[in-house]
């Protein structure tokens, strides 16, 4: 079998050119505790790496074999300030982004789907939902630094920033991942306004991150309905790719999230159909999805493509 740190795969910016409508995977944190592998926070989805790093590549694997075009690392909580609030040695955390590259690309392997893209996950610095919390511009944009250079050194080919709930801190993020020479998207969240969680325009943060140059702009980690809202606002900010993940479920204080078993992959596809119809060009899974959503996305992207529709002939 090919070895695929030497195989070219190609870039989400070629693809997207191509015009290829493309599945990113499903959670991971929520699936991790799913299986039954503790998600305690502060490190959450962490604690896979460092208990049960075979669950985490099997979780990838899964996602692979269903369908996705796209692995997300298991890096949303591996930055030096998480693995310190846990009362962990800093220096860990060179070893564990290492080990969540390599296992992403492992299930790729396993899964025998080189053309695959492995991104690395990079998380707001505190708390997605809390955008108070979040460290002013040049101190995020120096721990950002150090986290997508860490991912960079070990094979991500692309950078997901996601979860974002300042426009500030999305910037500082992106601008760090583009400092790697790496393609990047950037990912906000929003309240059901459409608004960023820090009562920002979604219009207004478009205007900031795209000078910057990420190859798409997301919404994530918000309920189904509430990812329409905001595709809808982005079609009219911007012509840059665009794309949505929705969370299913609700955040819960001790192990992170609680998921809503009532949207069942195909009412999530369903949703996601409205998604297509906005214009997105990547659609996946954010809490509480797994890997069977990742299927039913993928029947839903492939009868668009077998009925010769597109983000184009959808006016994006």
Not at 128 to 134: F, N, R, V
Request: glycine share 8%.
């Amino acid at each position: 079998m090919a070895n695929l740190s030497m195989v070219k795969r190609r870039s989400l910016g070629e693809r997207l050119r191509a015009g290829e409508t493309l599945l990113l995977d499903a959670a991971m944190g929520t699936e991790l505790h799913r299986r039954g592998v503790p998600t305690a926070l502060p490190l959450w989805s962490a604690l896979g790496l460092i208990d049960r790093p075979d669950i985490v590549r099997s979780i990838h694997h899964d996602d692979v074999a269903a369908g996705a075009d796209i692995v997300t690392t298991n890096t949303f909580r591996t930055t030096r300030r998480m693995l310190d609030r846990a009362g962990r040695d800093a220096v860990e955390v060179v070893a564990l982004n290492n080990l969540a590259v390599d296992l992403a690309r492992d299930a790729c392997r396993a899964a025998g789907q080189l053309d695959v893209l492995v991104a690395g996950s990079v998380a707001p610095l505190e708390d997605c939902y809390s955008p108070w919390l979040s460290p002013p511009f040049d101190v995020a944009l120096a721990e950002h630094r150090d986290h997508t250079r860490l991912l960079a050194a070990a094979g991500v080919d692309f950078f997901l920033v996601e979860t974002m709930p300042s426009a500030a801190e999305a910037e500082a993020a992106l601008v760090a991942a583009r400092e790697t020479g790496l393609e990047a998207t950037v990912g906000f969240v929003c309240g059901p306004d459409g608004r960023l969680l820090s009562g920002e325009e979604l219009a207004t943060a478009v205007a900031r991150v795209e000078p910057h140059g990420p190859v798409a702009i997301l919404v994530n980690c918000a309920a189904p309905p509430v990812i329409a809202v905001a595709l809808a606002e982005l079609r009219r900010s911007t012509v840059v790719a665009t794309g949505g993940y929705a969370n299913v479920g609700v955040v819960n204080a001790t192990y992170g999230w609680a998921a809503d078993a009532a949207i069942t992959p195909e009412v999530y596809a369903a949703f996601a159909t409205g998604w297509l119809e906005l214009g997105a060009r990547l659609v996946g899974g954010c809490c509480g999805t797994t890997p069977a959503h990742t299927a039913a996305l993928r029947v839903l992207i492939d009868q668009v493509a077998g009925h010769g529709a597109s983000a184009t002939a959808w006016g994006r």
